[in-house]
């Protein structure tokens, strides 16, 4: 990456860093205009069967199978990519942190402090938060001197009332921080931004990928959400539970000797669609597979069963529904999946265009409908790449 000078457009350098992935973005600002410089990412880290890519528009620069053992590993890979094909130093650099804790709610740049505070964030987010912070250390280490900003998932859902956030538990636990945080929020900034004036009063995103969640949004603002103290809980996901009777967690403790180490990993690896099908965490193979297996069949039947429970308890909670957002990979891009998720939320007034459906048109109900659907590709790094240009450009 090559240096700056102050008429130049400032450059800012995102990163989002996933449990097994991450992604780079390399954007420019210049007055109100937005530009993607670069885009890059490492899949599957940890895995023999790593990919890694660097683009720019529709070029590619770089597409390869590699392997990568750690998340900074990674970003030391891609950058050293990004900066042989001469794109500019950055002049901030942004992170999207899954969790911030009690203490870290807004989106804001880093210090000291702050990064001593994302360190106890670990045990809400073991892990997400830990290879955030591997990508922040590294970044510090790699561009001295250039400020980093935190952009935290939860801090869209700062506008949840008491009511929604709190759980029903002594005032001590309310106290301490246990609450429901919500998460996906960048992804649901990026949508609002995205829809502007198309943006309905009471409108529901539906981020389905291999994390999903449900969220009602009441002109713009978070009212209520299915995650909640941690990614884990809500609706069944690729290889998460969601939520589950508390008691379950009691007797697997309890009477299934089950250590608190192998629960969690048991609730964030083994479960949701993989769990279900006995076979995998990606909607794409189980739709193939469901015609002839069962396993396959049944998770494909209660994810869409668990997210349109969900949307019609965030259109409960709006007193009524005029926009549906379908964003994440498996909303993006899986037409039978909002099919049957749609198919039962006819008294709600949606009614899919099954060709436009089919399509991933942006808007995908039929016209005339009394709630509009529409399909929105989420921009989680151009939103964090807007709050670093917000906060310290």
């Known amino acids: 990456m090559e240096g700056e000078s102050k008429s130049q457009p400032k450059i800012v350098l995102a990163f989002n860093s ?17 530009e993607v410089l670069a885009t890059a990412a490492a899949e599957a880290l940890g895995s023999k069967d790593g990919r890694a890519w660097v683009r720019q528009g529709e070029q590619y620069l770089l597409k390869q199978d590699r392997s990568f053992r750690t998340t900074e590993e990674a970003a030391e890979f891609l950058t050293k990519t990004l900066r042989g094909h001469s794109l500019p130093n950055p002049s901030v650099i942004g992170h999207r942190v899954v969790h911030g804790g009690p203490r870290v709610r807004e989106h804001q740049q880093i210090t000291p402090g702050i990064l001593k505070e994302l360190e106890a964030a670990i045990v809400f987010a073991p892990i997400h938060v830990p290879p955030a912070l591997e990508v922040i250390r590294f970044a510090a280490k790699n561009f001295p001197g250039v400020p980093q900003v935190a952009c935290l998932d939860t801090a869209f859902h700062r506008s949840l009332p008491e009511h929604a956030a709190r759980f029903p538990l002594p005032e001590r636990f309310w106290q301490e921080g246990i609450r429901r945080y919500g998460f996906h929020g960048l992804s649901c900034e990026s949508i609002v931004h995205a829809l502007g004036p198309d943006l309905a009063g009471r409108t529901v995103v539906a981020h389905l990928g291999n994390g999903a969640s449900v969220s009602a949004i009441m002109d713009g603002c978070s009212i209520e959400t299915t995650m909640g103290l941690t990614p884990t809980g809500g609706v069944m996901m690729g290889t998460r539970s969601g939520d589950l009777d508390p008691g379950l967690l009691l007797h697997l403790l309890r009477d299934k000797a089950c250590t608190a180490q192998q629960l969690d990993h048991l609730l964030n690896h083994e ?26 069949r049944l998770a494909v039947v209660m994810f869409c069963y668990q997210v349109r429970k969900a949307i019609g308890a965030m259109a409960a909670v709006l007193d009524g529904l005029e926009l549906l957002v379908f964003s994440g990979g498996i909303g993006e891009h899986a037409a039978p999946v909002r099919t049957d998720i749609c198919a039962g939320l006819a008294y709600l007034g949606i009614a899919l265009d099954s060709g436009a459906n089919g399509r991933n048109d942006n808007v995908i109900s039929r016209s005339g409908s009394h709630c509009m659907v529409r399909v929105v590709p989420s921009d989680e790094d151009m939103q964090i790449a807007r709050h670093c240009v917000r906060l310290v450009l």
């Open 271 to 296: 479960a949701g669609l993989v769990g279900v099908s006995g076979k995998s965490s990606e909607m794409r193979a189980l739709l193939e597979a469901s015609a002839t297996d069962a396993g396959s």
């Open 18 to 34: 996933g449990s097994s992935s991450l992604k780079i973005g390399v954007y420019s600002f210049s007055g109100n205009q937005e």
